[in-house]
T-cell receptor, first 113, second 116 residues
Framework: DAKTTQPTSMDCAEGRAANLPCNHS???????VYWYRQIHSQGPQYIIH???NNETNEMASLIITEDRKSSTLILPHATLRDTAVYYC??????????????FGTGTRLQVTL | GAVVSQHPSWVICKSGTSVKIECRSL??????MFWYRQFPKQSLMLMAT?????????EQGVEKDKFLINHASLTLSTLTVTSAHPEDSSFYIC????????????FGDGTRLSIL
């Protein structure tokens, strides 16, 4: 699976949009981009995933560049409860059940008052 | 959304004890389940992958005789830490995925294991 690069940490004011970048310059055509977050002492929570089109759900939006070498997770109105470590992961679907999520170090997002 | 339940949430036991952790997918059939371990201030590290009815595939450096994994049904997998020692103290997290290729993995809330 391709590796990803994320900033170590970011701050965001409550109520503002949080934009979390991720570089995945070696991504292959078979690989989806997944975003998870982990709030302290809990298991990771799935946020969103996509292949090449932008995606939006009730939690966030995912913007993937046309060349697919980077993406941005957008939390439109960050709250204190969004403080967490956010992981950007690419996963190859065509290896079937052997396909697995490999976690990097993620971005620690701190939402402040 | 999909729910994965993990039990127990935390356990404290004496060195040499074996500890079993259960992972259940509550509202979907989990073709594949994964077990991760996370040490303080570190990221999740995959320990093993199991498919229902098959032997688990362990990551390099993970002792299969120490970490016994059973995935006997499409909704239940267990991890048994045998003869646990203080260095096995960690946060163990399970994850499950259905057989549909682009569906995400969902994670349990983890088990904090402390070996005295």
């Amino acid at each position: 699976d391709a590796k990803t690069t994320q900033p170590t940490s970011m701050d965001c004011a409550e109520g503002r949009a949080a934009n979390l970048p991720c570089n995945h310059s070696t991504i292959s055509g078979n690989e989806y981009v997944y975003w998870y977050r982990q709030i302290h002492s809990q298991g990771p929570q799935y946020i969103i995933h996509g292949l090449k089109n932008n995606e939006t759900n009730e939690m966030a939006s995912l913007i993937i560049t046309e060349d697919r070498k980077s993406s941005t997770l957008i939390l439109p109105h960050a709250t204190l409860r969004d403080t967490a470590v956010y992981y950007c992961i690419v996963r190859d679907l065509y290896t079937g059940t052997a396909s697995k999520l490999t976690f990097g170090t993620g971005t620690r997002l701190q939402v402040t008052l | 959304g999909a729910v994965v339940s993990q039990h127990p949430s935390w356990v404290i036991c004496k060195s040499g004890t074996s500890v079993k952790i259960e992972c259940r997918s509550l509202d979907f059939q989990a073709t594949t389940m994964f077990w991760y371990r996370q040490f303080p201030k570190q990221s999740l590290m995959l320990m093993a992958t199991s498919n229902e009815g098959s032997k688990a595939t362990y990551e390099q450096g993970v002792e299969k005789d120490k970490f016994l994994i059973n995935h006997a049904s499409l909704t239940l997998s267990t991890l048994t830490v045998t003869s646990a020692h203080p260095e096995d103290s960690s946060f163990y997290i399970c994850s499950a995925r259905s057989g549909i290729s682009n569906q995400p993995q969902h994670f349990g809330d983890g088990t904090r294991l402390s070996i005295l």
